[in-house]
């Protein structure tokens, strides 16, 4: 089965409160993006499988528990976050396995519940782990450097590196305000400190004290981003009416804005019969635990982006969730449509991998299979 929206519900119970999280220059306005059926406009590309990575049964170095994240490493490897293993796999881009980094354990380079992963400046590692509430670095080797911790109340769940040092990250920010709860969704940049030094996006989040001491969030705030090879962070919104992206420079000026209000599209039948499958992380007074469920698709909209990367050609790729298949938007730094780019197997709503494009290539995994939990490795065939 498939985990439609590929997003974590995490819940972070701190003292008494409970937060639950759930759901699927100058600024320069563009063109209205072109319908994703309109090949007149621009041209249609292909992205083809060349290779998987990932067996049934058989060698463990090639048998994977659970995919969070997929991404190439600064050689051009491809490193796979498992955070039933606890560890990231690193693979050559034949699919040739090199070696693991990290192990389970609350130990130094150990994991708890691994849920992200950025590659650094100079080719180290920086890992988010939910439950030991830090980020642990390595280096180009693999070998365990240190961590950063003090997050609260969890450390950036999604994180990448930048190319100047640091890691943007994506984080929940709780402040009480008197007696009630002030919480926000943001992103920023991180250096040697919990504290940001750039703040790129920040967008409320309502809270919902009504359960006798429980604050709860059931459909918030959501987008996704990506760093450019040369530092540019770019902002996609997940909304069911809104194709939104943003690009800012390194330092947090705004320079893009692409924006177009869209019809809702409806979740299919199959969609909403498959469900989702939601992890969920409870922190209470320090001590934690997880477990993952699977939860009804109770809303029955589609969002109109699924995802956003950006290409060793500082070409940005803007996924569609509004299609059955994957089909990308692709855009210059000026937010001029390059062409449209669509995958040489038909995937459904439901068996649609979760994809990852970034200065190495394009790659595609599946969280959620419907047979076992494989890598794709994509290329480009450009005319």
């Known amino acids: 089965m498939q985990n439609r929206y590929k997003l974590i519900t995490v819940f972070a119970v701190l003292v008494s409160i409970v937060t639950v999280i759930s759901g699927c220059g100058t600024d320069a306005e563009s063109e209205t993006p072109a319908d994703v059926t309109d090949s007149a406009i621009v041209d249609t590309l292909i992205i083809a499988i060349t290779d998987t990575i990932g067996v049934d049964m058989g060698d463990s170095c090639y048998v994977f528990g659970m995919l969070m994240e997929v991404a190439h490493g600064a050689g051009g490897d491809i490193i796979a976050l498992d955070m039933n293993k606890s560890c990231l796999s690193v693979y050559s881009l034949e699919g040739e ?3 693991s980094i990290g192990s389970p354990g609350p130990g130094p380079g150990e994991f708890l519940i691994p849920v992200d992963f950025a590659v650094m400046a100079g080719g180290g590692i920086a890992v988010s782990d939910a439950v030991a509430r830090n980020i642990s670095f390595f280096d180009a080797e693999g ?11 969890t450390p950036p769940m999604s994180i990448e590196g930048c190319p100047d040092g640091g890691f943007i990250g994506q984080s929940m920010s ?3 305000t008197g007696e009630t709860m002030d919480a926000s969704l ?3 940049k991180y250096t040697d400190s919990t504290e940001a030094d750039v703040t790129y996006f920040s967008e409320p989040m309502e809270m919902d ?3 006798g001491g429980q604050a709860s969030l059931q459909r918030g705030p959501e987008f996704d981003f990506a760093v450019g090879p040369e530092g540019s962070v770019f902002v996609a919104e997940l909304s069911d009416t809104l194709f939104s992206v943003s690009g800012f420079s390194p330092d947090g000026e705004q320079f893009l804005t692409l924006r177009e209000e869209r019809e809702r599209t409806p979740l299919t039948q199959e969609e909403i019969d498959a469900g989702s499958l939601s992890l969920s992380i409870m922190i209470i007074n320090g001590e ?3 477990g993952t469920d699977r939860v009804e698709n109770t809303y029955p909209w589609r969002n109109v982006i699924a995802s956003i990367g950006v290409d060793s050609e500082k070409r940005i790729w803007v996924e569609m969730a509004c ?3 994957p089909v990308f938007r692709v855009y210059d730094y000026s937010g001029d449509l390059l062409f449209v780019a669509v995958t040489d197997v038909e995937f459904t709503a439901v068996t649609r991998p979760a994809f990852r494009i970034d200065s190495g290539g394009i790659l595609a995994w599946d969280r959620d299979p419907m047979d076992y939990p494989k890598i794709y490795n994509f290329q480009l065939m450009e005319n």
């Open 209 to 211: 004290f009504s359960g």
């Open 143 to 153: 070998t365990f450097q240190g961590i950063l911790d003090g997050f609260f109340p």
């Open 174 to 176: 709780m402040v009480m």
């Open 97 to 99: 396995f090199i070696g």
């Open 288 to 290: 934690a635990s997880a």
């Open 323 to 325: 299609t059955d298949t």
């Open 186 to 188: 943001r992103l920023c």
